[in-house]
């Protein structure tokens, strides 16, 4: 089954919703640690929102960093950016098709030696539109 990113990011917040869980906009600086611990373990438990020259702590249960490898929580978790070697990079885009058709229900992943150890692909998301994207892990190809 395919299903457009937004679509699927929707789905999966609706569903989150419908569950009780709270949803907000913020801009996180960091993540909030258990100072009950001291520095020992440092369990996020939480996030810190910055609003202005304000300072706001938010307490959660299960944190969910889904927002990139050199993100706010991220570099805290770290205390750095993120090095090239630690992460990939992946672009994707849909295409629609020019003439009228209909595209077969197949999935092509090219493995090209340049890309190396990164792919290509292609595959229908419905009769008439495709994603097609490139997935690289050598900062030097990209």
């Given at each position: ?11 999966l917040h609706?569903?989150?919703?419908s ?14 640690y ?40 991220a ?25 009228s ?7 092509r ?16 998301v ?5 994603n097609?994207?490139?997935?690289l ?6």
């Open positions: 089954m395919v299903s457009p990113r937004l679509h699927f990011d929707n789905l609706e569903h989150a919703l569950s009780g869980v709270h949803f907000d906009v913020m801009q996180v600086s960091e993540p909030l258990d100072q009950a611990n001291g520095n020992r373990d440092r369990r996020v438990v939480g996030v810190v929102e910055r609003r202005g020259s304000q300072r706001l702590e938010h307490e959660a249960r299960v944190v969910i960093a889904a927002d990139g490898a050199s993100s706010a929580i570099r805290g978790l770290r205390g750095r950016v993120s090095a090239p070697e630690e992460t990939a990079v992946a672009i994707r885009a849909y295409g629609k098709l020019r003439k058709g209909t595209l077969d229900p197949v999935v992943f090219y493995y090209l030696s340049h890309l190396a150890p990164g792919y290509a692909w292609i595959f229908p419905s009769q008439s539109r495709v097609v994207g490139v997935g892990f050598d900062q030097d190809v990209y």
